[in-house]
């Protein structure tokens, strides 16, 4: 199993290369591609297992799409073939139509995602976030363990809890609602008009939720090991203490005492 | 008009100063945000003094002001200063009530200003330094700074022309701040310690920031902070006019190189890297600001760094040490952990950086940790981890992720409960890893782990 990283050395902030380290750790046999702003990425080789972006800077954002507007055509196919993708943070909108800042077009991206980014220059929105995924069809909601169970000790295909946090400048517009990721319960949805976050296209997946987003997530991640990287049966790493700290959070941001926004 | 309402608004902060004092709040910022709700040009109107310092970045701002305001008292001088209140507008706002008379007089020549580095667009507009020292710019709260890119390019556009910057030039990122503004560089030509891989988990100056190349390291501190080159198309550090040289951990001195090639030896205060970076950069001001060398030296003889950021106290074998470790923000927290853990003898380790006003308000956000080189604990001498607090779970997780067995992590829900958990087996060094906003807390558990310690004393 090959994971191809794009450009940790610039699409590493708050943490989310941390999933990276996680997939590892639950997936020991999987190697790690790092691919670099001026390398050919692995997969205009070969169909990576894999391809994972997470946050950069502005700047980051424009090396970026420079970085793989050559490979653009190949991007386009490689969704189309179903390879997966994992974009946290704002890799997605690496991925989108543009990107506007307080009304000024920045960057032409790669229209690979059908919206548009927006966002203020100074302004941080900041909330936890608390959501649902719902998986598909025929897939078990959690990912069965190795003990036969799922995640959250239930079984059946129950939507998937989904926490985490959201930091960012703006949100993405488009007409997104068929190819939602995420339903939002609390906290910031891809704008503030709509209750989706995220969106998926065929085994692309893209949250604006950073960091460590598949740690504090043990069940979706079991369900995206065993369904999307098809690893059935994958024992997560750390998962009791992964288990505890999801809960934990789950019911802390369940109560409605809890702020959300910062 | 306008005069008048700055008056009120001057008045109304005495007095409020007053109040607070007879009723016994603590309110270190609230006379500034009277004076700017009355009167929202307040900063710009008070008097200034002729001249005006200020200390901003993202680590030890803190410590080199207080270092800065500490020189200038042992030579004699009373400077204005916001070490009692906040770096944002409002405690500086706070400082220039205290620091004028209630004609509008003002009591200081000089100023020796703590400012925020996020807030420089409500502070620069009004106080506009001679000099503004940046120490550093790294990560730090994720929700609130962004990255430290996106500081620079915020005091890049607020920068006012005028000042003059000491900048330090082992950090590519502070450097370049404000490029078309009058500078001077200090940093460390070269320590004992150093590396040219990064160890780090964050190093944010990876790429060349002219032509987005992967940049080479001489001489790399930690994280992004060394020297470096650009193998692509020749950009590299800037040459320092202040450099400090062969640091002597055992005499606890330094030597730093001027421009013109004198060298002359100064005491350190403190041997972690972070600090030595310090006393450079306090003796760059200084120089800067025309201090003899020997003048200098004799100053820093008599200062020390405020022990609300590192004290130790001794307990027949036990030693307690406060180390503050900033809450939410990574890169001074692998700081603290690097220096901990690179210190010898057999240690235990309170973990108890949670931010408590975020965990009041909402809950914290923790994605900082995974930026944090918890890897640094996992060595043999550090013989137990407890994680406490409210976001002890997600410590314990990230200890694990970093590969600690859990025989080396214990728990404790509550901070107060952490010192029961220590195992006090031998000669140990206990540190208490602190955020900004639980000092006090710290010290309570202090307290408890001498309670503990003389307990088990008794028991055996």
Redesign the interface.
Known sequence: MKIEVLFP??C????D??NV??LK?CLPEAEIVET???DEPLFARERPDLIYMGTT???GQL?AIEALRPYREMLEAAIEEGVNFLLTGNAGEIFAREIVEEGEKVADGLCLLDFSARRKA?K?Y?S?YLGEFIPPEGASAAGENAAGENAAGASGSEPLKIVG?K?V?GFGYGDLADQALFTTERGYAMNPDVKYEGIRRGNLFFTYI???FL?LNPPFTRWFIAHVLGKTGTEL??EE??M??YL??LK??SDPN????? | MKRLRFYLALWAAKLSIIALKITRHNGTNFPGIVALKICPDFLWQVKKPARVIGITGTNGKTTVCNLAIDMFKADGIAVLNNSLGSNIHTGLATSFVLGTGIFGGLKYDTAVLEMDERSA?LTFPAIKPDWLLINNLT?DS???N??P??IAR?LTEEMPSATKLLLNGDDLIASSIAPDNERKYFGIKSLDTDVTDCIN??NDL??CPRC???LKYTQRRYHHIGKAYCPTCGFKSPQCDYEGQNADLEQMTIEIAERDGSVFCYRLLNDSVFNIYNVVAIVALFRELCYSRERIAELLQKIEIVKSRFDVKELGDFRIIKQMSKDRN?LGTSRAFDYVSGRPGDKELILMMNNLS?SR???E???????ADFEFLNRENIKNIVVTGPRA??Y??RL??AGIDDSRISFAEHELDAPGKLKLAGKTDIYILYGTDSITLCNQVAARIENEIRERGERA
């Open positions: 050395e610039i590493n902030l708050y943490g290369l941390a380290r996680y750790a670099s702003l001026k800077t502005e700047r090396l100074r941080r900041n936890l946090f930091t400048f950073i960091g460590p740690i790493a750390y203490a992964a505890d700290a934990t959070r802390e941001y809890t702020g959300f926004t910062y | 667009p990560r994720i929700m609130r962004g990255h890119e996106y915020i988990l964050v990876r790429i987005s190349s992967l990574s975020d308000h909402w809950s956000n923790v994605c900082w940790l995974y930026d779970k997600d314990y997780l694990k992720m």
